[in-house]
């Protein structure tokens, strides 16, 4: 693996999407329409995830998600995600879009500033300065954040999934300082668009189709 550039930055041609949202809001479901729909307009993509991406993250996700790990601090669980972060970045997403490609991301910073720094009471600076190397400059161009009432993805989550990972078997209560915080996000990042995730799949995927329309347009003019 090469190291990043001594000043913390390399050329991108690519552009890079991140989903973001409580467990349960349905987007994993549009991210595969998503990248289908890009894949038919011939565009070249990276479908990937968080944590997770790459063999090495894969392990640490194995280690975060695992039901086994119900006495990881908070602490930990937050460098953690930042140290899978990083490997991903360097091994998938960085050379990705140096090679021009869309790159599709399934949960970034945003769901650690949601999930550490308000879900577990780190607050949002700490998690941005734990994140600070890791990412360096590499922020996502556009995000669509999928918002969905904790009430009902908690009944999708529990309706859905047999086997629920360490985080989806937390109380509501920490879902709902989650929630909070990504509607913080919203508020605070321009780069975020907002999607109604309480609607059909039909509808959710013809406004975030339309959405992502308005983010290629700008960036090559499709």
């Known amino acids: 693996m090469n190291d990043r550039k001594t000043d913390g930055m390399r050329m991108k041609k690519g552009l890079f999407l991140t989903l ?8 994993s479901t549009q991210l595969c329409l998503l990248a289908d729909y890009l894949k038919q307009k011939g565009l070249d993509i990276l479908l990937t995830r968080e944590p997770g991406g790459c063999g ?16 990881m601090s908070a602490q930990t669980e937050m460098l953690l995600y930042a140290a899978a972060r990083a490997q991903h970045i360097d091994e998938k997403i960085l050379p990705a879009l140096e090679q021009g490609k869309i790159v ?3 949960r970034y910073l945003d769901s650690s500033i949601a999930y550490q720094g308000y879900g577990r009471g780190l607050g949002e600076d ?13 922020l996502p161009d ?3 954040l999928f918002l969905l009432e904790v009430e009902r993805a908690g009944r ?8 629920r990972d360490r985080l989806e078997q937390e109380g509501s209560s920490f879902f709902e300082k989650v929630d909070w915080g990504f509607r913080q996000l919203a508020q605070q990042e321009r780069r975020m668009r907002v999607v109604d995730a309480g609607r059909s799949v039909g509808e959710v995927w013809e406004d975030l189709k339309a959405q992502v329309e308005g983010v290629l347009e700008h960036w090559c003019g499709i």
């Open 20 to 27: 973001e949202g409580l467990d349960g809001c349905g987007k």
């Open 56 to 71: 090495i993250s894969e392990q640490v996700r194995e280690i975060l998600l695992s039901p086994e790990n119900k006495g």
């Open 104 to 106: 599709l991301c399934d």
């Open 126 to 138: 700490r998690v941005r300065e734990a994140n600070r190397y890791a990412i360096e400059h590499c």
């Open 142 to 144: 556009a995000t669509f």
């Open 156 to 163: 999708r989550i529990k309706s859905g999934r047999v086997n």
